[in-house]
DNA sequence: CGAGAGGTTGAGCAATCTCAACGGGGGTGG
DNA sequence: CCACCCCCGTTGAGATTGCTCAACCTCTCG
């Protein structure tokens, strides 16, 4: 699961990019010189997880930190008893580590088949202190994350489970940029958005069912939804 | 409710000391130099809030970023109809003003009389990129509360009332640096307690009747509280 | 000392959860 | 290639937690 990578692997390769290097506009190393991305590959490495597999537990020593290169990421905290709050999907181009002291906060956990670049801790924090650009681009993706924490805090903490599901439906067709009425795939379970949303099972499933019969989205298949009526949906989130 | 301070009054003066400067081992003035103090100064001023009194709504322009030099600040999120998420309750030494792009994106009030630094936010971002030690001063602010903002999301998620106020009040006392048994004073009132945890008034107010009635906690006048059994209160709250 | 805001308590209700049964689609093995 | 199985999702009925509405109480402050 885990293997040695080339600078070109995962840092402007043709087909795979680290995306902590190249993707999108919060590209890091675009600021970076070739000499720095050397730096920063030289503890790297990349790492494959299928679907299921745990990549660090809460409470474990933070050796790593990394970044999303491709696939989907639940980090999530646990109660004694088996509750479970998931507290963010990551995709590519996400960053894991901004809040870590020594022991990782939260457990991750591949929902889909996830390829991922693995820094060590350490040294990347010595990196850190050495190339402003890459803590200014840090900064301001907590500052993000920050702000989609508090937005997550409003849903769990006041909305109803319909006022729910209708913003994670939105929110997450808006993260993976699939425009109304195309297909979103959504590959986590019922299990997955119901502990993301602060609800259950049945709940999660039973609004899906509203939400169809009112004709704002179709069920395609158990993982595939589309958003047929974007702006009654979002009257419905609060959005 | 606004006016010009010198350097003294709030970068290390005797007796009012603003922490944005010098307190705690969070310290964001000690990293820095006389010169970059005099310039951190140029751009601020020093602003008093008396309780109610609202220092910015979501979406307006963000003009300025604020430390907390002393009181109680909460920060807050509505929907259209009035339900309200309290998403964080500031004190004197942390920073507002992490997650913003060019409008805020929460609501700040402050909750008891208040003293605040606040900078110009266009300049400061401009010292940030100047002045490393405050950017990764940020930076672990920014880790930290993003860090408190997914342990809120479990209390929000997944705990029952009882299991939030339990949260709560140890979460508080810890901040406020009040050990059990000590007078901890809760300058909130039970509607401010309710919208930060995610309930009604009424059910706050039974819980502590519940707490109380148990022993774990005594009710001293209507804004204190003892936490009397911190062990069985922490095991109530699943901590 | 009086008034009013804020807090407490009670009764009934509603949303969501729990427990349980059923269904269907995808994967696997024959 | 087909059939079976099993996981996952859906649906239903009843239980429960926390909410709503309403009355009452008690600090606190003027």
Redesign the interface.
């Given at each position: 699961m885990s293997e040695r990578p080339d600078v070109a692997t995962f840092c402007g390769g043709a087909q795979v990019r680290c995306d902590l290097c190249m993707v999108r506009d919060t590209a890091i190393c675009s600021v970076l010189s070739a000499s720095e991305l050397a730096r920063l590959t030289r503890i790297a490495r990349s790492v494959h997880a299928t679907p299921g597999h745990t990549l660090f537990h809460e409470g474990d020593p933070a050796e790593d930190v990394f970044t999303v290169v491709e696939g989907v990421v639940q980090?999530y905290?646990l109660?004694?008893d088996g509750?479970?709050?998931i507290?963010g999907f990551l995709v590519a181009g996400d960053f894991i580590g901004?809040?870590?002291?020594n022991h990782y906060?939260?457990s991750a956990e591949a929902v889909t088949a996830t390829r991922l670049c693995a820094f060590r801790r350490a040294p990347f924090i010595v990196l850190?202190?050495e190339y402003?650009h890459l803590?200014?681009n840090?900064?301001a993706r907590?500052?993000?994350?920050?702000?989609a924490?508090?937005?997550?805090?409003?849903v769990?903490?006041?909305?109803s489970a319909k006022e729910r599901v209708a913003t994670f439906l939105l929110r997450f067709a808006e993260r993976r940029g699939v425009p109304p009425g195309e297909r979103l795939d959504l590959p986590m379970g019922r299990l997955e958005i119901a502990?993301y949303?602060?609800l259950t099972i049945e709940t999660v499933s039973r609004t899906f069912t509203v939400l169809r019969r009112e004709g704002l989205i179709r069920l395609e298949g158990r993982s595939s939804v589309r958003i047929l009526d974007p702006s009654r949906l979002a009257a419905i989130a609060?959005l």
């Open positions: 980090l905290k109660l004694e509750r479970r709050q507290v901004l809040a870590f002291g906060v939260y850190l202190g402003p803590e200014q840090l900064l907590a500052s993000t994350e920050l702000a924490s508090h937005e997550h805090m409003l769990l903490g006041r909305k502990d949303l602060g609060g």
